[in-house]
C-alpha cells in the first residue's frame, strides 16, 4: 500500500518540503507506437510468457465487462462489481502478475452473485475513503477525491470525516512520491506505473484548481482542519514538480522507463491533457506540444489518437479539449484542418457510438470502465466540440441529428442509472446546462 499515502501528502502532511529539485537526467523521448513496443517488450523480460498469459486474461476480463454492461442496463445492483473491474482493468492493462490477476477477475466474477451492493457506495467507516471494493490505494484515493468535486460542487459535507490510511513510518513528499512514479522498470518489477502516475497527477493537479473542493478536504480532515499554510505548500510543491517534468522538445509529459543501463521517456495524451486542462491552458511550450498531438494521431492510446486502431468519444473528448485550449497558438491553415477533423469526429461518434435511439452509448467494455464512463465521456465529447451549441467555439459545425431528442433521450437514460455514480452525475450535469435551450424545462 505504499500509495496509500500520496493523498494525504499532497492535501496534508505539514513536513517541510524542499524546493523544486532537479529530476536527473531526462530520457530520450519515444514518439507514439515507438513506446508501446518497447514497454511490452520490458514486460516480457519480466516474465518471457507475457505474449501469451497477457491476451489470456484480457479476453477473459472483456468477457466479465460485457456481463457486468449487461447487469448494468438491466437495472441490477452492480456497484461494488464495477470498483472491482476497475482495479481489475489496471493489473491486466499494467501489470505481469498473474496469480493476483486471476484473482481479482474470480472475485469480479463473484461479485455478480451479491444482489445488494449499496454499500459499494458509501465511504469505508474506517478511513472514510470511497471505492471499498477496490484494495489498490491509489484507485481508492482517486475515487475519493472524484466525490470531494461532487460533495463540493453541490455545497454538501461528506457523511464521515476523512483520515490518512498510514501504511508505513514516515510520509514522503509528493515529489518523492511521483518521482519515484515517474520511472518505472517492468523488467524487473512486472508493473508500468503509467497507469499510477497518470491517475494521481490527473486527479491532484485538477483539485489543486478546484478551491471549493480543496477547502472541503481541508476542512473536514479527521484529526482536525489541515492548516491552510501546509495545504498551500503542498500544492505549490505539485506544481513544481509538473513545471519540471514537461518536455521542451515535445511539449508532452509522460511517463519515463528504465531499461537496463539506458532508459526513455514517452508522450502520454492522456496526461499531457489533464495537466493542460488543470492548468486551463497556462503551460509552456505550445508550439511543439501543437505540433506533437498532430503527429501521433495514427498511433495508439495513450501515446496516440486510437485505441485498437479506431476513434473513442474519451480519447476524442481530451483532443477536442486540447485543441480548445491550443486555438490562440494555432495559424488558420491549422485552424481549418482541425474544425474539419472536429466534423469528422461528431459524425463518428454519431455513426459509431450512440445508440441509435439515442438512449445511451454503446459499451466497449475494452475500452472504458463502466456505463456511467461511456456516457460522460461521450456527453462530454458533444458539448466539448459544440454540438449543443448556437454557435460552436472553433465556428461552424453540421449537426448530424436534432439536439433536442438528443436531450432528451440521453438524460432520461442517464436518469434510469445510478445516481451516486459520480461519472452519471457529471453527465446529467453537463447535460443540464447544454440542453437548457433546447428543451422546454
Same mark, same amino acid.
Given at each position: 500500500m505504499r500509495l496509500s499515502i500520496v493523498l494525504v501528502t499532497v492535501f496534508v502532511v505539514a513536513a517541510g518540503a524542499a524546493a523544486a529539485?532537479?529530476?536527473?537526467? #531526462?530520457?530520450?523521448?519515444?514518439?507514439? !507506437?515507438?513506446?508501446?513496443?518497447?514497454?511490452?517488450?520490458?514486460?516480457?523480460? %519480466?516474465?518471457?510468457? %507475457?505474449?501469451?498469459?497477457?491476451? #489470456? #486474461?484480457?479476453?477473459?476480463?472483456?468477457?466479465?465487462?460485457? &456481463?457486468? @454492461?449487461a447487469r448494468t442496463v438491466a437495472g441490477l445492483d452492480t456497484r461494488c462489481s464495477q470498483q472491482i473491474f476497475v482495479e481489475a482493468k489496471w493489473l491486466v492493462g499494467y501489470t505481469a502478475w498473474w496469480p493476483r490477476i486471476d484473482a481479482r477477475l474470480d472475485e469480479l466474477e463473484n461479485s455478480f452473485a451479491?444482489?445488494?451492493?449499496?454499500?459499494?457506495?458509501?465511504? $469505508?467507516?474506517? !478511513?472514510?475513503?470511497?471505492?471499498?471494493?477496490?484494495? &489498490?490505494? @491509489?484507485i481508492r484515493l482517486e475515487a475519493t477525491i472524484e466525490r470531494y468535486f461532487v460533495f463540493a460542487d453541490r455545497g454538501e459535507l461528506p457523511p464521515t470525516a476523512h483520515g490518512p490510511i498510514a501504511?508505513?513510518?514516515?510520509?514522503?513528499?509528493?515529489?518523492?512520491?511521483?518521482?519515484?512514479?515517474?520511472?518505472?522498470?517492468?523488467?524487473?518489477?512486472?508493473?508500468?506505473?503509467r497507469s499510477r502516475l497518470g491517475g494521481l497527477v490527473g486527479i491532484l493537479a485538477t483539485g489543486a484548481r478546484e478551491r471549493a473542493a480543496v477547502e472541503l478536504w481541508r476542512a473536514t480532515a479527521r484529526d482536525g482542519a489541515i492548516p491552510a499554510d501546509a495545504m498551500a505548500a503542498r500544492i505549490a510543491e505539485l506544481n513544481r514538480f509538473i513545471d519540471a517534468w514537461q518536455d521542451p522538445e515535445t511539449g508532452y509529459w509522460g511517463a519515463w522507463y528504465r531499461d537496463g543501463e539506458d532508459g526513455f521517456a514517452t508522450t502520454d495524451l492522456s496526461i499531457t491533457y489533464h495537466i493542460v486542462k488543470a492548468r486551463r491552458g497556462e503551460v509552456a511550450h505550445w508550439p511543439q506540444l501543437v505540433a506533437t498531438t498532430l503527429a501521433i494521431r495514427d498511433d495508439a492510446y495513450p501515446f496516440g489518437w486510437l485505441s485498437d486502431g479506431r476513434w473513442t468519444n474519451h480519447n476524442n473528448y481530451d483532443l477536442v479539449r486540447l485543441f480548445e485550449y491550443a486555438w490562440p497558438h494555432l495559424d488558420d491553415g491549422q485552424r481549418v484542418e482541425l474544425g474539419a477533423l472536429m466534423q469528422d469526429m461528431l459524425d463518428w461518434s454519431f455513426a459509431n457510438s450512440i445508440d441509435e435511439s439515442f438512449a445511451g452509448f454503446k @459499451?466497449?467494455?475494452?475500452l472504458s470502465s463502466s456505463v456511467g464512463a461511456e456516457l460522460y465521456f461521450g456527453v462530454a465529447?458533444?458539448?466539448a466540440v459544440g454540438y449543443f451549441d448556437a454557435a460552436p467555439w472553433h465556428g461552424g459545425l453540421t449537426r448530424p441529428a436534432p439536439a433536442a431528442p438528443v436531450c432528451a433521450r440521453l438524460i !432520461?437514460?442517464?436518469?434510469?442509472?445510478?445516481?451516486?455514480?459520480? $461519472?452519471?452525475?457529471?453527465?446529467?450535469?453537463?447535460?443540464? #446546462?447544454?440542453?437548457?435551450?433546447?428543451? !422546454?424545462?
Open positions: 529539485r532537479d529530476l536527473g537526467p #531526462r530520457p530520450p523521448t519515444l514518439v507514439g !507506437d515507438a513506446a508501446r513496443a518497447r514497454i511490452d517488450a520490458l514486460l516480457a523480460r %519480466y516474465d518471457p510468457d %507475457y505474449p501469451l498469459q497477457h491476451p #489470456r #486474461r484480457e479476453a477473459r476480463l472483456d468477457r466479465l465487462g460485457e &456481463e457486468l @454492461f451479491i444482489a445488494d451492493q449499496s454499500f459499494a457506495a458509501e465511504p $469505508y467507516y474506517r !478511513d472514510g475513503f470511497y471505492g471499498r471494493c477496490a484494495v &489498490e490505494a @491509489f501504511a508505513v513510518g514516515h510520509e514522503p513528499t509528493i515529489v518523492d512520491e511521483l518521482g519515484a512514479l515517474l520511472r518505472s522498470d517492468p523488467a524487473r518489477l512486472g508493473e508500468d506505473n @459499451f466497449q467494455p475494452e465529447f458533444l458539448d !432520461d437514460h442517464a436518469a434510469r442509472l445510478d445516481e451516486d455514480d459520480t $461519472y452519471v452525475v457529471g453527465a446529467l450535469a453537463k447535460l443540464d #446546462r447544454a440542453c437548457a435551450a433546447h428543451l !422546454d424545462r
